[in-house]
Each structure stands twice: as C-alpha cells, then as structure tokens.
C-alpha cells in the first residue's frame, strides 16, 4: 500500500479517552455516543444494578454489582465515515493507574463534568497528565437538566483549572426544570430540550437563532438571559484556534444532558471535525549506551504498536488474556509476523481482534490511530512494544509506587497453583502490583487505592477459584531501585536482603517501612537510584545492569 493510501486511512482515525470525577456521567456519555454511532442498538443503564442491562463498557461483574466503572474498556466505531476508538476509564481515584496508562495510547481527551459540582478532585488529577502530555481537551458539561451553578462560574472554573481558555461552542438556554436547550454557535441555532432517554438527536427541534423574536416570545427571561451570558463568555474567550487546540492550549466547551441524550451529537461531531488524527511517537533506544530517539511517523509502512493494557479473563469460558495494542504506525493484517521488541520473540496470538466492550470481532485490517487486541497466553507485558522486525522501544507508560500494601494468605493451601497464575496475570495486567519478597514469604499486593484490594479478591475468587484473606503489612512504600554498575546494585541488595522484593515485571524494588528508610539508604549508598515512577519494564533493567 501506498504512502498517500496509508496517510487517508490514518486521518479518518481518530482516538480519544473519556475522564471524569465518578458520576459525572461518564459511562453513561459513552453509551450515547455508541447508540448514536449506531455501534448499538441500546443503551444500558448504569446505576440499575439489579437490571439485566449493564452499561456496554462496564463488563466485569464486579463493575455490574457496583454499578461503577473499575476498568478501562475500549470501543470502535464508525461515525460519518471516520473510525473512533472510545475508551472509557473509570473514574474512581483507586483506579487511577489504569486511566494514567490509557491516556498514553490516545491522542485528545473529552473531559466529562458536572455541571452541578464543577471540577473535582479526580478530575484535577487526570487534568494534570493531560498537561503534561499536552493532551487535546474537549469539555463536556453534563445535567443542564438538574439544579446546577451558573454556565458562566463552571468555565471560570474550568479555565482556572485546566489552566487554558475556554472556548464555547454551546451554550445552555436555562437549567433544572427551566432548561430550555442548548444555542450552538457553530451552526448559529437553537435545539429545545425535551426530556426523555428514547429519544434520538434528530427529533429534537432546532429553531434558528436569527428568529430572536419566537425565540423570545417562547423561551422568555431565560433566552434573554443567556443571550447576554453567551455574549459576556465569547467576548471575554479568544476566536477559536484549532492549532491552540491541537496544542494542548484552549478547550471547546459543551453543554448538555446525556441521560437525556441532549448536546451528545454535537460532541460527537466535534470528535470528527476538531479532535487530531492520530500523532507521531517517539521511540527510544540504547545503543551502545547512548539513548537514541527517533519519531515514528503514522503513515510509516512498518507496523509498530505498544501495550498500553493486558485483560485476563474477559471471555470466562475461555480463560483468555488479551493485550491492548495502540497501533503508532503502518497497517495490521491477519497473519503477519510479529516481535515482542523486550524479549525479541515472535508474537502468535491466537485471534486478533478490535471491540465493543467485551463483544469482539477479527480483525481484517487496521491502521495508526486504532486499538487492536492480542488474545495470548503470555509473553506480552504493559509497556511492550510489539512491530514487524523494526528495533523500535515506545516509553512513558507509567507504573507508580504504590501507598498501600498488604499480605496475601490463602484460605485452602492446595489452591497454592491457582493463586500463584492469578497473581501472575492480575500483576501483568496491571490490575494491582504484585511483589516477591527476594528471601521468600507470602506474596505481597501492592496499591494506589484501598478498592484495589477488594477487586483483586473478589476476582482471585471469582476467576481462578482461589480464596484469600488480606492481612496489613509493615511496609507502606517501595521505590525501583537502578545503579550505574551491577556491582554497586549488589552490594545495596547484599546490605538489605529482606527489604528486596521483585514484581510482575520481574523489576527490583526496596520496600519501606517509613519515609525515612529511602533517605537513610540513600545517604548509605548515595549512587543507587531510587524511582517512584517506573515506565517501562524493559527500560528499568537496562538500566539496572548497564
């Protein structure tokens, strides 16, 4: 296939996440730019826990119960003949690791938030990666049709916290029991809200905004209000730059219901028509020791992709485990050799597929920009990057120090072999950190969240058939530990043998007991390296024995 072929199916694509504070409307969201893509026929419920309709994206039974979202699920979609890869995160803090991880395989984000509570806490968090990244936002104000703060406070808001400009592309007609609808200033008129989840985007009406008078006559004080309001927030935003966009420098801003259906089609035709095609990469390698970095351009021939996410046992009857695969570059056809760039082994998988939630279909054809999975049996870990031959390392997926530790006893000791392979997968997939005392002992968990824990043993029980009971642990940190020389890396483990614990990537890592155990080892062995973050497995122990 051609450059220019290769460069026309790359700009159809386009690869976003969904972040929020919980109950924002997230999952929810998500479910209505799935009906209206036409991806499905109906949308689930989310909080209706006892119902037999779940949210497509919340698929683990666990996730079914609670009605929240405890993993990232990815959905494609075909829209105005552009591909849309969705992935829903959760948006519980617990479970932030997942959706810090997730963030690196897409490029632009839409930003759900309440219009009632503004920017939360969760929020903030995801906000900040996104900056550091210089993630395109796009901004969604969900319940206009609940008693909410003025449109004018929430952007003030936003702005602060984002630390951008807003730019509105709708503006609400009223809210609560007053909302009236949504004015949108790309196409210059105005769709009147009418309550009710069946109904589709193009049933509601839409008048005209130059018909100011039936308008008037119709809506009352509250159009005249927000004729004023949208006037104070576009004289006070800058003109709408795409280029500022892209750069990670304004935010379009939207307005809405999405239980309601409402303002849900203009984002999604914000998603086709501003949101960036997929972006270069930068890939980093060592060679003869010296760090070199190239960019991997979409349109390259070559097929090159990282593990940004590893699923076990999404399919219950077939015990499978599939590995995420944002594609960075060049096309995927059924067949073709692959390599596993950490180990320099071939990569078979058995299916290769592209999803809705958990329902999949195989894989034909795909470019830059999608979200492919690798049904294995191993071999695959976060961070892989996996290409057709060419030595490429994609870094940045990162995995952080957990704060929370504790003992995993098992209940039936001739269970020992299944718990053993549900550590193993759940450490690989990222769902909680899983450490291996160097001297031996029980297995330690490591996490970010309290929930964490209670998923993990709800899943080992659940999936592998191995019942377990948690105890606390004295140790309330780790650091990843690198050296310049593999002398030096000894003889701090030497000097700490029961303080040294290995994890799923099999990566050395110095347990605490308070905060002051890393500066006491720090000034004892001062060229030792102590990393709070690690991003990538491969990268780690190149490092620990260059």
């Not at 296939?1 to 969904?18: D, G, K, P």
């Amino acid at each position: 296939m051609s450059s220019s072929n290769f460069l026309a199916e790359t700009r159809r694509r386009r690869t976003f996440a969904i972040i929020s504070h919980p109950d924002a409307g997230k999952t929810t969201l998500t479910e209505k730019l799935l009906l209206f893509s036409g991806a499905i026929q109906i949308a689930g419920s989310v909080k209706a826990r006892k119902a037999t309709r779940h949210a497509t994206s919340d698929w683990m039974e666990i996730e079914k119960q609670r009605g929240i979202s405890v993993a990232s699920s990815v959905m494609q979609m075909l829209y105005r003949d552009h591909v849309i890869n969705l992935l829903d995160t959760p948006g519980h803090k617990d479970f932030s690791e997942d959706t810090y991880r997730v963030l690196t395989a897409v490029d632009s984000a839409l930003m759900v938030i309440d219009a009632a509570n503004g920017v939360e806490a969760q929020t903030r968090r995801l906000i900040e990666v996104c900056r550091q990244r210089d993630t395109p936002i796009i901004t969604f104000v969900n319940k206009m049709d609940r008693e909410v703060r003025d449109p004018l406070d929430i952007l003030d808001e936003v702005e602060r916290e984002l630390g951008m400009p807003c730019v509105p592309m709708t503006w609400p007609v009223g809210k609560g029991k007053g909302f009236g609808g949504i004015i949108n200033l790309r196409t210059q008129g105005m769709t009147v809200f009418e309550s009710g989840s069946e109904r589709l985007p193009q049933e509601f009406e839409t008048m005209p905004l130059s018909d100011r008078e039936a308008l008037r006559k119709r809506f009352g004080q509250e159009f005249i209000e927000a004729e004023e309001s949208m006037e104070l927030a576009v004289g006070a935003s800058p003109t709408w730059d795409q280029a500022a966009f892209l750069a990670g420098k304004q935010t379009p801003v939207f307005f809405g219901s999405g239980v309601n259906n409402f303002g849900v089609m203009e984002v999604l035709d914000a998603l086709v028509d501003l949101a960036p095609q997929p972006q270069p990469r930068t890939s980093s390698l060592l060679v003869n020791r010296q760090p070199v970095v190239r960019e991997i351009q979409p349109e390259d021939n070559s097929f090159s992709g990282v593990v940004f996410k590893v699923q076990a046992n999404m399919d219950a009857n077939h015990r499978d485990r599939i590995a995420f695969v944002r594609m960075v570059s060049g096309k995927y056809t059924p067949g073709m050799k692959l390599k596993v760039q950490r180990t320099a082994k071939e990569l078979r998988p058995t299916s290769v597929v592209t999803f809705l939630s958990q329902r999949r279909e195989a894989v034909d054809e795909a470019y830059a920009g999608d979200i492919i999975g690798f049904t294995t049996h191993g071999g695959v870990q976060l961070g892989d990057t996996i290409t057709d031959g060419a030595n490429l390392q994609f870094t940045g997926l990162p995995f952080f120090a957990p704060e929370l530790f504790m003992t995993v006893l098992l209940r039936n000791p001739l269970r020992t072999k299944q718990l053993q392979q549900g550590l193993a997968q759940l450490g690989e997939e990222g769902a909680i950190q899983v450490f291996r005392p160097e001297m031996g002992g029980s297995m330690l968990l490591g996490a970010v969240g309290q929930l964490q824990f209670e998923v993990v043993q709800h899943r080992l029980k659940a999936e592998y058939d191995a019942d377990v009971r948690l105890e606390g642990c004295q140790y309330t940190g780790a650091r990843w530990i690198t050296a310049e020389t593999p002398v030096e890396l000894r003889e701090f483990v030497n000097a700490y043998p029961a303080r040294m614990a290995r994890d799923a990537a099999n990566t050395l890592a110095y347990l605490c007991t308070s905060p002051y155990d890393v500066r006491l080892a720090q000034e004892r062995f001062p060229k030792i390296h102590f990393h709070p973050l690690r991003e990538h497995a491969g990268l780690a122990l190149q490092n620990a024995g260059s």
